[in-house]
């Protein structure tokens, strides 16, 4: 064993210990991810809400980790309660969920988009969203008007915009700055009834440990009927947080990966022995893209047409914010200036001030000078950062 396979072992050795040490050292942060997980005390789990269902349905709710399509081909199930909370569902499974709906069970979907296979078979209407950093979820039924729930922590602002006669708006989402929109509805679908809610964050524990929203809940599923109620959850498997447990977790791709350690070791122990050959220095060719760009640049200088270039400048940029941020820039706006400072992160006087500049640019009877090509120059490519 010569020098250089020890310099390469001991290396080897140091890389894996230090992961390894900042694996078990790290720090425990809030993971704000809406996981929708019953296993997951997170904030945006469920494992509050997984703890009082029991007695949240008296004792008549039954969990089932298989899909809609799988249960139903087995199981011949009288009339009962559907539950699904922001799920993955297959069509199949969908439509074993409307034929079960059809003879007389009742469907409860708290989910933030609403599936297309069942908008097609309830009625058409479209899911917007709000960028309001609070709202509040109310019921519209009398009984139940001082309770609700404010939303404060991410909402998805989710609402139904279009609802046909036949659909009857159980709940809304109530802002500041703009009007109620419906985000509960219930739909008669054959025999039975399907209810649908678009903000699941309601169910989460960052919420339900609050004090009163508890009551919110129960309201909304005081909607099903008192009878057997079915919900399908993922696999309630642990997840492991090890930063490889998805390699690891997959037959194939663990022996991969043991495969290739194999191989780096082989590598390194065979090539320790062998000397590299000189490999000669080849120039490599000159990139004179930058001395283009300067040229280009001071002929707009020497011709001294500011507005020109503050022009060429502000068409980049719009440009630019429709292909990375996917922003109408057809009006440059309260709501555009709203949604770009929303995707940047910047604050809105910075974005203010760079659409003033904009606009003086794309006038072609504004008076523009050197200062202030500099200074939209300056704001525009702070603002890509």
Not at 325 to 345: C, R, S
Request: charged content about 30%; hydrophobic content about 40%.
């Amino acid at each position: 064993m010569n020098k250089t396979f020890k310099i390469y072992a001991v290396i080897f050795i140091v890389v894996m210990v230090i992961l390894a040490l900042l694996e078990v050292n790290k720090k425990e942060v809030t993971d704000w991810r809406k996981n929708f997980d019953t296993n997951e005390k997170s904030p945006f789990g469920l494992f509050i809400f997984d703890h009082e269902a029991k007695d949240l349905f008296k004792n008549k709710l039954k969990k089932i980790d298989q899909t809609p399509y799988n249960y139903y081909n087995t199981h011949k199930k009288e009339s009962h309660n559907i539950l699904v909370v922001e799920t993955e569902v297959d069509t199949e499974s969908w439509n074993k969920i409307l034929d079960q709906v059809s003879n007389g069970s009742d469907a409860m979907l708290i989910v933030s988009q609403i599936p297309k296979e069942v908008s097609d078979s309830i009625g058409y209407y479209d899911s917007e969203i709000s960028f309001a950093d609070e709202n509040v979820l109310k019921l519209t039924d009398k009984k139940y008007k001082n309770d609700f729930i404010k939303l404060d922590k991410f909402p998805s602002g989710r609402g139904f915009s279009y609802i046909k006669p036949q659909v009857e708006i159980l709940g809304k989402t109530v802002e500041k700055n703009n009007s109620d929109q419906a985000n509960f509805i219930k739909i008669k679908f054959g025999k039975g009834n399907i209810y649908v809610h678009c903000e699941p964050l309601f169910m989460t524990n960052y919420y339900l440990l609050k004090s009163g929203n508890i009551k919110y809940a129960q309201d909304v599923f005081s909607y099903l009927d008192d009878k057997e109620t079915i919900w399908f959850v993922e696999s309630n498997a642990k997840v492991s947080r090890f930063f490889m447990r998805f390699i690891l977790s997959n037959p194939a791709l663990k022996y991969a990966w043991w495969v290739l350690l194999g191989g780096l070791v082989l590598f390194v122990f065979f090539n320790a022995k062998r000397k590299q050959r000189i490999v000669p220095v080849i120039e490599p060719l000159k990139n004179t893209s930058v001395d283009f760009v300067k040229s280009i640049g001071n002929l707009y200088l020497q011709e001294g047409d500011f507005h020109d270039m503050m022009a060429k400048k502000a068409q980049y940029f719009l440009n630019k914010v429709r292909l990375d941020f996917l922003i109408d820039t057809q009006n440059l706006d309260d709501e555009f200036a709203k949604k770009l400072q929303l995707k940047t992160g910047k604050t809105i006087e910075m974005i203010n001030e760079a659409i003033n500049l904009i606009k003086k640019a794309q006038d072609p009877y504004a008076h523009v000078m050197k200062e202030d090509l500099a200074r939209m120059n300056k704001l525009l490519d702070e603002i890509l950062k």
